[in-house]
């Protein structure tokens, strides 16, 4: 045991006294953070160069083009005295000059052309019968359709707007067609809000009904997003250096003194326990700054104690049962780069709550979240969403997948032993994920 | 009182075995010289010592206990691969391989086998830093840095310049005064002549020699010519009675026959030139070595 502590001191200190686990301490964050941070220092910076765009307005009366330019001139106006630059629409009226599809196909293809040529931005295309009452049985629904082409579809900026002011334009037509003023329809129109709230409980102390806050679904959300972000990235710091110790322990030569000095089962074992200090220290760190962050900011009640305590459970778990993995791989390969290969399953099985991480936090409580957090590899990490998630889960199914857990974990780190007692004295040649099931299966 | 025994061990890895019925025994305080070709099964055998490979069959004692568990803290080990973490430091390498052996208060013995293996300059730097000679002396500090009552050197000396071998060499005869047991593995036969109290050589798995050297020169007998000739060593085999010739330059060892008569070849050797010395004598371990490792040519091509 004491040797077991020996070697899990060297490894825990190895790790921690590095520079890389510096620098990945404080980086992790940012990158987590990263987009985010990006995206509000730079939200001002946007495209602000104009936009020209050819309108084809085919009703009728070709009425809807007046109160489109009308729009536009407000906004571009708006634009350029305003300090937040935004990109001006200079729209261009086209007119079909005969009707008839093929004198239509002839314009659209001359107009894109002209988008191809960067001339143009976009080409808007008002439909004939977008003032035919909705419920007539006049017009077909391409007829009666807004149609858009531009050669950048990811910008949603100009179709957005066109189509609220579209919209608003054919909506007071409408109006006025039922004998409705504007003023009269947005009354109609005017929206009821819902506001989203929290159980009200009774306040122990006053005995006065408290009511439930505002639900912050941000807050909400990130709250068990950041667990399971903190669980991941814990598993990788914490779990990675162990491959990577036994591959320098093999190309080194070190295993054989060591094991001159502990039994294989014991150096692993100190590794593991090395590891689970490693990812101690980065979750002490994370999480003690969540957990002050969250109560500075007045968003205490999102941390609740009962899950961190059942988070640390899980990570300690999930630490063994992932290292034991990585280390059989390390034991295995003959160099770092045969880990590689062998590294993707491994991998696969770590990101795999990840993938279903959207669903588990919105739906918690579906098939999918329920019967994959009891899927060993993912239960640390999607228990630990779904009791994160308000309401919670009943307290049997942590449980159930604790024991699952610590089952798997058990069963991963004797087979690992095995692998490393034989792979760890092979020199050369790396063995294959068939050599590793004979290895623990041979007595 | 051995220190260690061996009582007819086996080990085998898949079809090939590598020791074969291997029965020796270790007298406490003296030093055991392990000769052989390469892949002859000494690594295997100070492997099975070390109880990082387990026997298939029988026995291995080591200071009196025969277990297959736990490694033992009694003994030191220096691996033909040298083994140190590159990024640790000297002292922190040697104190966790002293505390890997159980033993905490090692400042006062990693500094004495620094200083006495001139290294004390380098006990803050880095293992990476170091040239190969050493490296080669860390890991020997490693090796007995816990006091060990036993230690197996894998090749020591091998890669070393004659002043590194002789603070080597050095440090070997300390640890026998101070009546440690040590095994080693050499391939350098002058070495293992002067230094060793007992010889063992294995060859392809098998025991073909044992014993101190007087012991193992008496089963061969006085069979060897030791001769310094003034001109013509050409077709030296071709006299009868002589089965083998050794040229060395200044001198040349003949072997004679079973049976053969040494004053008969003298005899010939005058007939052919001026002969300025002869010297009926035992063979030297290295002659004792080839013969056995190196099969007469017919055999080789059989």
């Known amino acids: 045991m004491r040797k077991m502590l020996t070697v899990a001191l060297r490894e825990y200190k190895a790790v921690v006294r590095t520079k890389s686990f510096l620098v990945s301490l404080l980086l992790m964050p940012i990158m987590m953070g990263g987009s985010l941070i990006f995206q509000m220092l730079f939200k001002d910076t946007t495209d602000t160069k104009d936009k020209r765009i050819a309108v084809i307005d085919r009703t009728p009366d070709a009425g809807l083009f007046a109160p489109l330019k009308a729009a536009a001139d407000e906004r571009n106006e708006k634009a350029n005295t305003d300090k937040k630059k935004q990109a001006g629409y200079l729209l261009e009226k086209v007119s079909v000059p005969v009707d008839g599809p093929e004198s239509l196909n002839q314009l659209r293809l001359e107009l894109c052309d002209r988008v191809r040529q960067k001339d143009l931005f976009g080409i808007l295309e008002i439909g004939p019968d977008v003032l035919v009452p909705p419920n007539s049985a006049a017009g077909s ?13 990811l910008n949603q900026n100009f179709p957005r707007w066109a189509e609220k002011v579209l919209n608003d334009a054919i909506e007071t037509r409408r109006a006025a067609q039922a004998g409705m003023t504007s003023e009269q329809l947005k009354m109609v129109q005017e929206p009821v809000p819902l506001l989203a709230k929290g159980l009200t409980s009774r306040n122990r102390q006053t005995g006065a009904i408290d009511d439930g806050r505002d639900v912050n679904f941000l807050a909400s959300f990130f709250a068990p997003f950041g667990l399971v972000i903190l669980m991941f990235m814990v598993i ?12 320098e322990e093999k190309m080194q030569r070190i295993a054989e003194v060591l094991l001159g000095s502990i039994q294989p089962f014991g150096l692993m074992m100190g ?73 993707m ?42 009791m994160a998630v308000p309401p919670g889960i009943p307290l049997w199914q942590p449980i159930v997948g604790v024991a699952l857990v610590l089952a798997t974990t058990i069963m991963c780190v004797w087979a690992a032993g095995r692998i490393f007692r034989v792979g760890i004295l092979m020199q050369g040649k790396g063995a294959n994920f068939a050599d590793m099931f004979r290895w623990v299966l041979r007595a | 009182m051995n220190a260690v025994e061996i009582e007819h061990v086996t080990k085998s890895f898949g079809s090939v075995v590598a020791v074969n019925d291997l029965s020796l025994a270790v007298p406490k305080g003296s030093i055991y010289g392990f000769i052989g070709p390469n892949g002859s099964g000494k690594t295997t055998t100070l492997r099975m010592i070390m109880r990082i490979l387990h026997p298939d069959r029988g026995t291995i004692r080591v200071l009196g206990v025969e277990t297959l568990q736990a490694a033992n803290d009694r003994v030191g080990y220096l691996p033909e691969e040298r083994g140190l973490y590159k990024q640790m430091k000297v002292r922190d390498v040697l104190r966790f391989y002293a505390e890997l052996k159980g033993f905490a208060d090692s400042k006062p013995v990693i500094d004495s086998w620094l200083e006495r293996l001139g290294l ?10 170091l040239s190969k000679g050493m490296s080669q002396k860390v890991q020997f500090i490693a090796a007995v840095v816990s006091k060990p009552e036993v230690v197996l050197l894998d090749e020591p000396f091998s890669g070393l310049d004659p002043v590194n071998m002789d603070v080597l060499r050095e440090a070997v005869l300390a640890l026998k005064r101070d009546s440690t047991t040590v095994i080693f593995s050499t391939h350098d036969m002058l070495v293992a002549e002067k230094m060793c109290d007992f010889l063992f050589m ?30 013509e060593r050409n077709g030296l085999e071709n006299i009868p009675g002589v089965s083998r010739v050794a040229d060395f330059g ?53």
């Not at chain 1, 588990?360 to 979240?369: D, H, K, N, W």
Request: charged share 15%; proline share 6%.
């Open chain 1, 236 to 247: 990788m710091v914490g779990a990675t250096p162990l491959m990577q110790g036994v591959v």
């Open chain 1, 141 to 153: 629904p391409e007829r009666r359709a807004v149609r858009y082409q531009t050669n950048s579809p």
């Open chain 2, 120 to 129: 004390t300059a380098w006990a803050d730097k880095k293992v990476a830093t």
């Open chain 2, 202 to 231: 294995i060859y392809k798995g098998n025991k073909v020699l044992d014993g101190t050297l007087e012991q193992i020169q008496d089963t061969y007998g006085s069979d060897t010519l030791r001769v310094r000739l003034d001109n």
């Open chain 1, 271 to 343: 590794k593991l326990i090395g590891s689970v200090g490693i990812s101690f220290t980065l979750v002490g760190v994370y999480l003690s700054g969540a957990v002050w962050a969250a109560y500075h900011f007045g968003y205490a009640e999102y941390v609740s104690l009962e899950v961190l305590i059942w988070f640390l459970a899980y990570q300690v778990l999930a630490v063994l049962m992932f290292g034991s993995m990585f280390i059989a791989i390390g034991a295995a390969a003959a160099d770092i780069k045969e880990t590689q290969t062998m590294l």
């Open chain 1, 345 to 386: 399953p491994v991998m696969l099985l770590a990101c795999l709550p990840l993938f279903a991480l959207v669903n588990v936090i919105t739906e918690p409580e579906g098939p999918l979240a329920t019967w994959l957090s009891f899927f060993p590899p993912a239960t640390p990490m999607l228990m630990t969403v779904r």
């Open chain 2, 250 to 302: 200044r001198y040349q060892e003949l072997r004679l026959e079973h049976g053969a008569e040494s004053q008969a070849v003298l005899q010939q050797l005058m007939s052919r030139g001026v002969v300025r010395h002869f010297e009926l004598t035992r063979p030297s371990l290295h002659d004792i070595f080839v013969r056995i490792a190196r099969p007469e040519p017919e055999q080789e091509t059989a």
